[in-house]
């Protein structure tokens, strides 16, 4: 008997990144694929490195001893140790922890403060729209790294802690951040603000802060995670760029990708090429799985770049194409 409650099958696979990658064909399926599965496992990385690395991220000497300087990999050291002798697998592990965090903290800030900022500058306009707009103009033609540099030697003296180097990395990247989600938020409220649906409940008696929060609000942030994460990619960048040359965290502190790299340089040209091959390998990686999720997800929501499926006819029925369901087609007798 036919019923108007979907089915749990169907619930699933609305949710928002199933629903992607069953939009999705082709390359981008692929590409969407293989991000997701490179972020996911950096994710699942950094949630469980305790378990995973073998070591601390400081640590140069274990029961047996210690571990050496530059010693290549072998049972103990699985990827060697580096010229100051940590171990090459366990920094590499706890590298993700540090990058996670300055990837939350920089781009959920900056996302909250850029979003609210777009909502009342579109939706009050007039001198305050005028200013906020000229300000932020003004902010994104600052480069972040160059911007993290300042920042970093305010804040700790150029060389800092896990909480002072993270602070610093994540402030700047906030600052730098803001404009993208201002311009983007700032765009849709101004268009929004303008339609049958915000006239209405202006008519009916609401108030205009619940008409930014609750009409507007949502349909003007649609495209946040597209620029979420494309900036988480440049996010891990600018840590990894601090670091290598020499305004990054301490390594007594936390692991950090970008300051093995700078340890490395001198390792390259005496053959040694563990100590800079893998945490240059995980930033590769990192970067590109955001990246593919980001473009993926970007291609989906514009129609002139989604791949559409092949619509597959069996039996009376047609598959369509955009959200994956099978639409029956009843055929007159």
Same mark, same amino acid.
């Given at each position: 008997m036919a019923t108007n409650q979907p089915s749990s099958q169907a619930r699933w696979k609305r949710l928002p990144i199933i629903k992607d990658v069953i939009r999705s064909a082709g390359l981008q399926r692929a590409m969407l694929i293989a991000g997701l599965i490179i972020t996911i496992g950096?994710?699942?990385? @950094?949630?469980?490195?305790?378990?995973?690395a073998p070591y601390t !991220?400081?640590? =140069?000497s274990a029961e047996f001893g210690s571990f050496g300087t530059q010693q290549p990999p072998s049972s103990t050291n699985i !990827? /060697?140790?580096?010229? +100051? /002798?940590?171990?090459?697998?366990s920094r590499v592990i706890w590298g993700t922890r540090t990058a996670v965090a300055v990837i939350v903290a920089a &781009?959920?800030? +900056?996302?909250?403060?850029?979003?609210?900022?777009g909502l009342v500058s579109g939706y009050i306009g007039g !001198?305050?729209?005028?200013?906020?707009?000229?300000?932020?103009?003004?902010?994104?033609?600052?480069?972040?790294? $160059?911007?993290?540099? &300042?920042? +970093?030697?305010?804040? =700790?003296? /150029?060389r800092s802690s896990a909480i002072g180097g993270i602070a610093a990395a994540a402030l700047s990247i906030t600052v730098v951040f803001i404009p993208q989600y201002f311009r983007v938020v700032r765009?849709? =409220?101004v268009r929004l603000k @303008?339609?049958?649906? &915000?006239?209405s409940a202006l008519v009916v008696g609401a108030s205009h802060w619940r008409v930014m929060i609750v009409h507007i609000f949502k349909n003007a942030t649609r495209t946040l995670p597209l620029i979420f994460t494309l900036n988480a990619a440049e996010a891990v960048l600018t840590l990894a760029g601090l670091g290598f040359i020499g305004f990054g965290i301490e390594p007594t502190s936390a692991a950090e990708w970008g300051y093995d790299l700078n340890r490395s340089i001198s390792d390259v040209t005496s053959g040694i090429w563990w100590t800079s091959i893998f945490p240059g390998s995980a930033i590769v990686l990192a970067v590109l799985g955001v990246?593919? &999720? /980001?473009? +993926?997800?970007?291609?989906?929501?514009?129609?002139? $770049? #989604?791949?559409?499926?092949? #619509?597959k006819k069996t039996h009376g029925s047609r598959f369509d194409s955009d959200n994956g369901e099978s639409v029956h087609e009843v055929k007159n007798v």
């Open positions: 950096f994710l699942i990385t @950094a949630l469980f490195a305790p378990l995973i !991220w400081a640590q =140069t !990827w /060697g140790t580096t010229v +100051s /002798g940590f171990d090459v697998f &781009v959920a800030a +900056s996302m909250i403060l850029g979003v609210l900022l !001198w305050l729209d005028r200013i906020l707009v000229m300000i932020a103009d003004a902010v994104y033609a600052f480069p972040s790294l $160059l911007l993290a540099i &300042v920042m +970093s030697i305010a804040l =700790t003296g /150029g765009a849709e =409220t @303008a339609e049958p649906f &915000v006239e990246t593919l &999720v /980001g473009e +993926s997800l970007n291609d989906l929501n514009d129609p002139r $770049l #989604r791949i559409r499926r092949k #619509r």
